[in-house]
């Protein structure tokens, strides 16, 4: 914050955390030990897509350590993170945690749905812990790396989710700001208010990629909304960010994603060969 206190579940303002020599992390953005990889073929499994011709990841497999770091330098960059199943040429915009309780997806991409603290739990052990990245037949870990060592105890999952709801957005400091009314008024006439539903200014809804079309059978599984936004990605889903427009702020999102391929296009990629 402005006063420097910090707000936590709030995507990072800051650069990351201090990298490797070659301003790399240990074991790239993996969650668990790749064990017997050399660094560039740790960050083709992380980002490789091999079903996809003269895939841009390839050239990882080759690249020596002092390569990939300027390369992957900026992909930490404020708000951003090249996520495993991700892709440090497109990195992934963080979410906002703040008022996770209250949404239906989890990810700034709805890769899963959230519908209690159940499934939250098993997010967070599925990526920390137990992501097989198997895509048809192309197996993205070695039977090794595939072992889960150990994960966390239901009972911290639990109390991680319990926290992640009680997290709440600062007040605004700007409530006698006498825009507000002209703010309001033209979110009302623009029909804002259709997708940042009030009082939590989201319809909780996915939102497709301009062009994607989603299999037969999910229109009836899921909530997707009637519109689709030009997100550059070539395919997949998004949630309507939240707007927080009453007594409270927070950093507004604006409902593209960034984030391109593995991450941001999990519907893609469960159709891939």
């Known amino acids: 914050m402005n006063d420097g206190t910090l707000l936590h579940g709030a995507p990072p303002n800051e650069d990351a955390s201090p990298l490797g020599v070659f301003r790399v992390a240990p074991w790239v953005v993996s969650p668990v030990e790749l064990a017997g990889d050399g660094l560039g073929i740790m960050y083709w499994r992380s980002f490789g897509v091999p079903w996809i011709a003269e895939d841009i990841h390839e050239r990882f497999k080759t690249m020596a350590p002092p390569e990939v770091g300027p390369l992957i330098r900026p992909a930490f960059a404020v708000g951003l993170f090249p996520r495993w199943n991700g892709s440090a040429y497109y990195p992934t915009k963080i979410p906002d945690l703040i008022g996770i309780e209250d949404r239906k997806y989890i990810d700034h991409t709805a890769t899963h749905q959230h519908r209690g603290p159940a499934d939250l739990m098993r997010y967070a052990a599925l990526v920390t812990y ?12 070695s039977d090794t790396q595939r072992r889960i060592p150990s994960r966390a105890p239901d009972e911290a999952l639990y109390a991680l989710a319990q926290y992640l709801y009680s997290l709440e957005p600062p007040l605004n400091p700007n409530l006698s700001d006498p825009r507000i009314s002209t703010g309001r008024q033209i979110f009302n006439r623009e029909g804002c208010g259709s997708c940042h539903t009030p009082p939590l200014y989201t319809n909780n809804k996915l939102t497709l990629t301009e062009g994607f ?15 689709s936004k030009g997100c550059g990605t070539g395919g997949g889903t998004s949630t309507t960010a939240p707007l927080r427009l009453s007594r409270r702020c927070s950093t507004r999102r604006d409902c593209r994603t960034i984030s391109c391929r593995r991450a941001s296009c999990r519907l893609v990629r469960k159709l891939a060969p």
């Open 130 to 141: 137990s992501d097989a990245s198997d895509f048809g037949p192309h197996r993205m870990l």
């Open 213 to 227: 079309t989603p299999p037969p059978g999910h229109a009836r599984a899921l909530d997707i909304a009637h519109v």
